[in-house]
Nanobody, 119 residues
């Protein structure tokens, strides 16, 4: 079971980027998805999360600007980031709580993808 994240890059302040993350392997269900980020010299922080029921939670710093969504298959998620600010610059990581076909519950992290917002 692994996660792959895509979509980082360099953008000017006020611009938009869309990140995606796909899970693959012997997956029965993804219980929860989260996006985290880690800026240089700072701790990793939760940006947004979505549960299997569709409930979401957001960091105050991104409310109204970032939106998390899922494909119907529930094993691909997206993070639409609008009105980006220089302080959004960080490495972004996807994280999932997964139930495998053999009924093991796993936590997996994707490789980070760099988002750089220039002023």
């Amino acid at each position: 079971v692994q996660l792959q994240a895509f979509g980082g890059g360099l953008v000017q302040a006020g611009g938009s980027l869309r990140l995606s993350c796909a899970a693959s392997g012997n997956i029965l269900k993804v219980d929860a998805w989260n996006w985290y980020r880690q800026a240089p010299g700072k701790q990793r922080e939760l940006v947004e999360g979505v549960s299997s029921s569709g409930g979401t939670n957001y960091a105050d710093s991104v409310k109204g600007r970032f939106t998390i969504s899922r494909d119907n298959d529930l094993i691909t998620i997206y993070l639409q980031m609008n009105s980006l600010k220089p302080e959004d610059t960080a490495v972004y990581y996807c994280n999932a709580r997964i139930l495998t076909v053999t009924r093991f519950r796993l936590h997996r992290w994707g490789r980070g993808t760099q988002v750089t917002v220039s002023s």
